[in-house]
Each structure stands twice: as C-alpha cells, then as structure tokens.
C-alpha cells in the first residue's frame, strides 16, 4: 500500500448561530405572551460543525482545516469568529461582510421537545461565499488532501470548487495527488444544488430524503426513468434501507459520484460504490 501523508482539509459551507429557546417545566407557549424558559445560543451549521470535528480530530499537533463560510459585520458574527479561533482553526476564510446579517436558526420548542415554530435566516451563508471568495483560496483548495461542500452554496460556488479540485478516485490524497470532494447536501431542497456537479464528487453523504431527491432531479434530466414518490423513510436496519434506496444509489453513482455514503442515524450508514462495491 502507499504512504499515507497526513493531510489538511479544506470545507466550504454554512456558519450558523442556533438558537434555541424551551419553555421552563410546566410553562407553556402561549399567542401573544413571553413565557419563562431557557434560551441557549450555540455555534452551529453544517460546514461549520464538519470543519469544528476535523479540527479535535487532528488536535494541536495536527494542521487545521481551512472553513471557508461569511458572516455578518455584527455581534453573532463576532461571536461565531471568537468561537471558531477557540477551537484552534484558521479563520481567514471566514468572510465578513459589511451591511449584512450573521446566519442565524432561531427555533423555539414546545414543553415535549418538539419544534414549535422555528426561522431560518441564512442568506449571508448563501450570498457570503461566492465564486470571487472561492479564487480567494484556490491555492488552498488545490493544496488540500480533501475538500468537503455543504449544501448551503449556490450551484455556481460548488462548481467553482470541484472546478479547481479535479476529481479523484482511489487511495487517500497524498502529497502527489489532487483533493478528494465531498459534497454534504445539508437538507433537502439544498441537496439538488450539486446536480450538475455530480461527475466530478467523490464522495456525497446523503440521508435517504436527500438521496432520493438527488435521483429524482437527475431523473427529471433524462427521459429514461420517471421519478420516484418522496417519502418519510423508517427503516428497521441498514439491509433494509440498502434494499429501498438502492435504485437511487445506482442514479448517482452512474451518474459520475465516486462513492455514496448513505447516512441512516442511529442506524449507521452504508458506503455505497459502483461496479458492486
């Protein structure tokens, strides 16, 4: 087998503050009237929270991940910065940008736990990072030994990025090689984004929604097979979920993914090649 060289990541997505707010015990949500609870504000986002696990990964002796996300010139997009140098992670590809609002997931529970209301503002995620910040770090992106996308960039930026990392398929990045691309959809209606940058994905890391609706718009791109029914899928084992999803599977490793790692909760996930790997 090769050397493996230890490597450094590179992530592009989301910087989120997430708060959330649950009514104190025996308190409930009432129209028109504040209720006693707990209000807690965390650092969240899907390219944010993979780059913060790279980082305890490969603790202080290792080379931090580069997140390449934008923020808003105001308090949560400080305080989102702070957290992230506490961490111990490069900072400098966090845009922040003037006139703008920090991502914020505000969502509020009623007293099972369950979600109540919640408001998603994350236009700043979506507009923050933008082809012209992407070129800002094509030579980190080259240099990279992975290069993870999250479903909140525009299909524009996820092919600006799969543009400059060429794909690769095979063993591990080295320093010879070029990066390994993983597209993380981040939600549903996010997952389709990478349509038309399948061909040139190693890796992509779907739920079974997010699978089925990344067939199902290739689907609509050809006149050989119709799309299949959206669902909520509840499955008993991963043997079962591999039996239903396995014609999505097929769809995108056909249609140029390297791998699919079908992600299933508690359930696991199942890593999912072509030519019956």
């Known amino acids: 087998a090769a050397h493996l060289h230890p490597g450094t990541a590179v992530v592009v997505g989301g910087m989120v503050l997430d708060v959330t ?9 009432r129209r028109g009237s504040s209720t006693p609870g707990v209000v807690r504000q965390n650092p969240g986002g899907v390219g944010r929270n993979i780059a913060e696990g790279i980082a305890r990964l490969v603790g202080p002796h290792g080379a931090p991940p580069l997140l390449i996300a934008a923020v808003g010139d105001d308090l949560a997009g400080r305080t989102l910065i702070d957290a992230w140098r506490a961490v ?11 006139a703008a609002s920090t991502p914020v997931v505000t969502t509020v529970l009623d007293h099972d736990g369950e979600v109540a209301a919640s408001v998603a503002d ?16 094509a030579a980190d992106v080259g240099r990279a030994t992975v290069c993870v996308v999250d479903g909140n960039c525009t299909p524009d930026v996820i092919d600006r990025v799969v543009e400059r990392a060429e794909r690769v398929v095979g063993e591990w990045a080295n320093d010879e090689r070029k990066p390994i691309v993983w597209f993380e959809p981040a939600s549903v209606a996010k997952s389709v984004r990478a349509s038309a ?5 190693d890796y992509a890391s779907p739920n079974a929604a997010e699978c089925r609706a990344m067939a199902n718009a290739m689907r609509r791109g050809s006149s050989r097979e119709a799309p299949m029914d959206a669902s909520v899928f509840e499955f008993t084992s991963a043997e079962a979920a591999v039996a ?11 249609a140029g993914v390297g791998a699919v790692v079908l992600t299933l909760g508690a359930l696991g996930c199942v890593l999912c090649r072509g030519g019956g790997g």
């Open 21 to 29: 707010a649950s009514p104190a015990p025996g308190a409930s949500l």
């Open 88 to 98: 111990g992670a490069d900072p400098r590809g966090v845009r922040v940008c003037a």
């Open 122 to 137: 994350t236009l700043t995620a979506e507009t923050g990072v933008d082809p012209s910040w992407i070129a800002s770090f």
């Open 197 to 201: 940058s399948l061909r040139r994905i």
């Open 244 to 254: 239903e999803m396995g014609d999505d599977v097929e769809v995108l490793l056909d």
